[in-house]
């Protein structure tokens, strides 16, 4: 990162672009890239034919009509990277009104044609058809797409090393492990190939109030290309569309900057740098930004697609930096571009509008401060996002909060509720203690920004203070309200991708005021990768769960105690700054580009440990997974080949027995697997169970009845209810659950059995 960002020593671009590199060195990083990717998804057993399929896909079904319609809203071009990135953006939320229009027409089967509705107009009308071929374009620094190349590949190898090896395609044993949420996205994603809007897979009939894009965007690949949806979900998906977010940071950044080393440092803080944390790994004091949460649950990653796109079209409407020299936008296209983006994001992930709201908010009120006047683009980039918001909330949630609620402090309080001995006299300095742990534990890499406003004496471009507004709106929001699954972390991790732009930007000025040569930028790389290292060392040598204690805020001390010694060490250098400087002069004027360098790489062991501690639990990986035997998946996609998508299953499958006396009724194996609605499957992660204080049970204890004794004492009546009244096809028994009636194949017929399930059909 640092000597990437010290080459752009620059704010023009007439400067970077006076040596022009050959060809063949500007591609060698794509093509690097591109081949290093290819390599360890083939490695992680994905079939070179599935990868051929993914590839025409993404670029004739994505890439294409998005960037035809990106070229039609940018003014003039600036770089090919830049159109292709921004296009597979606007690609994937074109993509969602495709789907959406064939899905309710009924024909899925013909997805396949939904580019044709951009790509025949930009070829029969003149006026769109000089799109298709664009000259003029500004080269890439080789330094930069190196930095980017480099930044996709280490986060390729680290998802392998967390997800990819951990999670098999397809269970191949009884003993097969997978993390919890898998399954249930995998479910949204199979019912969303034959239903509009996708309803809840594990109890047929009940809505879905949810953020539901990233499963259609599944559900579109699988239809288009006709890959697994398992392959979709774990292989291909998830390591493309983070390869996007890295390209579409490092592109935004340059963008919004003037810089483009911003960008790639933007990337670097985003996806290589990792939270402070001096504990084992897993133990996440407030959470995490990119760590885990961009394969647990696919919804973050997709919506950072959209809101880093998002945040360059927002930029072109507050107003850049005046520095930059790459074209602008034009208003229409920016304002048409946001449009697009914020009506993607509203389904994207629902904590996303709520802080580009807050963003949008904080820089209409700065700027009608500063400047005495109403910023009136501002407000209606705002209006378009509050309509955004009611389009979301109404259409896609109907008013259902998921268990949000207005509970300021939820989650740093725990860390300082009083214990046997009261609250006690140093409460206040817990307090503040837990804070600064808070921050140096999730918004480290965000040190940056300290160091702009510090350097611009608070004097901010409009957009920087748009990205300020998102950088703090999201921890905020974080800070103020509670959800009853912990939810609220999600409103830091979209703020994130502002943030780091921003502290980039910061990182960049100071290295300009250090005026560093050539020969002190390689030194400054080679310290910070020798720091970074040895905290590396110090981590896994020391690492483990946080030391035995009745004090709530015990689980921070590690993290605070490594803090306060490197600060210590910070200071003594400080007080010998002197005598360094004296005896290499070299390092004078470049104290504060030393400083904010170990700052920022503070966090480099972070992605690290997380992969050295999931490769010591190999099975699903070291967080919360469940067995998924082969078993029942075969029998799954036995139903799924040998049913109508309408058709409607019934099982004995409903709870997670973790104890005899605890049912937790989270099974979601089978939606999954059949791409088929369960008549009572798990009901846990349902919109009713979301609410805080929500009974467990099933909320119709009738139809669950009625369920069972189908399987446990089933009779000619209860199967005739089940196929008239609820259109069950299949009853799916799995045996290990419970025993199932030696009657019922006398009044069904048995149609699979692998020994543990048997699949019946009903007459």
Not at 560 to 575: E, Q, R, T
Not at 700 to 727: H, I, M, V
């Amino acid at each position: 990162m640092t000597a990437a960002l010290g080459q752009d020593t620059e704010p023009a671009e007439a400067s970077r672009t006076s040596r022009r590199p050959t060809p063949g060195r500007r591609w060698l990083p794509l093509a690097s890239a591109f081949v290093a990717v290819i390599v360890i998804l083939v490695a992680a057993d994905t079939s070179w034919w599935d990868l051929a399929r993914y590839a025409a896909y993404a670029i004739l079904a994505v890439a294409l009509p998005g960037t035809l319609v990106y070229r039609s809203l940018r003014r003039t071009p600036h770089t090919l990277v830049e159109d292709v990135a921004m296009g597979l953006a606007v690609g994937l939320a074109l993509e969602i009104a495709g789907w959406a229009a064939f899905s309710a027409a009924g024909l899925q089967a013909w997805l396949w044609l939904w580019p044709l509705g951009v790509i025949l107009p930009f070829a029969a009308v003149p006026a769109l058809r000089r799109h298709w071929v664009v000259r003029g374009y500004q080269p890439t620094p080789v330094g930069w797409s190196w930095a980017v190349a480099g930044t996709v590949v280490f986060f390729t190898w680290y998802l392998s090393a967390v997800f990819l090896e951990r999670n098999p395609i397809l269970p191949t044993s009884e003993n097969t492990k997978q993390y919890l949420d898998l399954a249930y996205l995998l479910s949204v994603a199979g019912e969303a190939k034959h239903t509009l809007p996708p309803q809840y897979p594990q109890v047929a009939g009940e809505p879905l109030y949810y953020h539901w894009f990233a499963q259609a965007h599944m559900a579109v690949t699988s239809l288009i290309t006709h890959i697994d949806l398992p392959v979709v979900a774990l292989r291909l998906a998830i390591p493309a569309l983070c390869a996007l977010a890295i390209v579409l940071t490092a592109v935004v950044g340059w963008r919004v900057s003037g810089r483009p080393y911003v960008g790639a440092g933007a990337a670097v803080l985003f996806f290589i740098i990792g939270e402070v944390n001096f504990t084992h790994p897993f133990t996440t004091p407030f959470g995490t930004q990119a760590t885990f949460v961009v394969w647990h649950g696919m919804s973050m990653i997709y919506s950072w697609v959209l809101v880093i796109a998002l945040i360059a079209a927002l930029a072109e409407i507050v107003g850049r930096t005046d520095t930059s020299r790459i074209p602008s936008l034009g208003t229409p296209g920016a304002f048409g571009l946001a449009g697009l983006l914020l009506l993607a994001s509203a389904g994207a992930k629902a904590s996303t509008l709520p802080v580009v709201l807050t963003a949008l908010g904080f820089t209409a009120v700065i700027l009608i401060v500063v400047r005495r006047a109403v910023p009136w683009r501002v407000v209606a980039v705002l209006g378009m996002a509050a309509v955004a918001q009611l389009f979301a909330t109404a259409a896609l949630f109907h008013f259902q909060t998921y268990g949000v609620r207005l509970e300021p402090l939820t989650d740093v309080s725990r860390y300082w509720r009083p214990g046997r001995d009261g609250a006690g006299p140093g409460r206040p300095l817990i307090i503040l203690l837990v804070f600064v742990a808070f921050y140096l534990n999730m918004q480290l890499r965000t040190a940056g920004i300290l160091a702009l406003v510090w350097l611009r004496r608070a004097r901010l471009d409009p957009v920087q203070v748009l990205l300020l507004g998102g950088a703090l709106g999201g921890p905020l929001l974080y800070l103020v309200f509670d959800q009853a699954r912990g939810g609220q972390q999600y409103f830091t991790r979209v703020g994130f991708a502002f943030g780091v732009i921003l502290s980039a930007w910061g990182y960049a000025i100071v290295l300009d005021r250090a005026h560093l040569s050539a020969r002190a930028k390689v030194g400054l790389g080679a310290g910070a990768a020798a720091f970074a290292g040895t905290l590396i060392l110090i981590q896994l040598r020391t690492a483990g769960p946080a030391p035995p204690s009745t004090a709530p805020y015990a689980p921070l001390l590690p993290l605070l105690a490594w803090s306060v010694a490197f600060a210590l060490l910070g200071l003594v250098i400080v007080v010998s700054w002197p005598l360094l400087t004296r005896a290499w002069p070299g390092l004078l004027g470049r104290g504060g580009a030393i400083a904010l360098t170990a700052v920022l790489v503070f966090g480099a062991p972070g992605l690290i440990m997380d992969m050295y501690k999931s490769i010591q639990a190999p099975n699903g990986g070291a967080y919360f997974n469940i067995v998924l035997p082969r078993s029942r998946v075969d029998a799954a996609r036995w139903v799924r080949d040998h049913s109508r998508p309408d058709d409607i299953l019934a099982t004995n499958m409903h709870c997670l027995q973790w104890s005899r006396s605890w049912c937790d009724p989270a099974s979601m194996w089978l939606a999954a697997y059949a791409e088929r609605s369960v008549l009572v499957e798990g009901w846990d992660f349902s919109p009713r169970m979301q609410i805080p204080g929500a009974a467990r049970p099933f909320w119709d204890p009738a139809r669950l009845s009625l369920n069972d004794k189908a399987f446990a004492d089933p009779d000619a009546g209860t199967l005739r209810e089940l196929r008239q009244r609820y259109r069950v096809r299949y009853l799916v028994a799995d045996r290990s659950v419970g025993a199932v009636s030696p009657a019922l194949p006398s009044l069904a017929d048995l149609r699979f059995e692998n020994g543990r399930v048997a699949v019946y059909e009903l007459r």
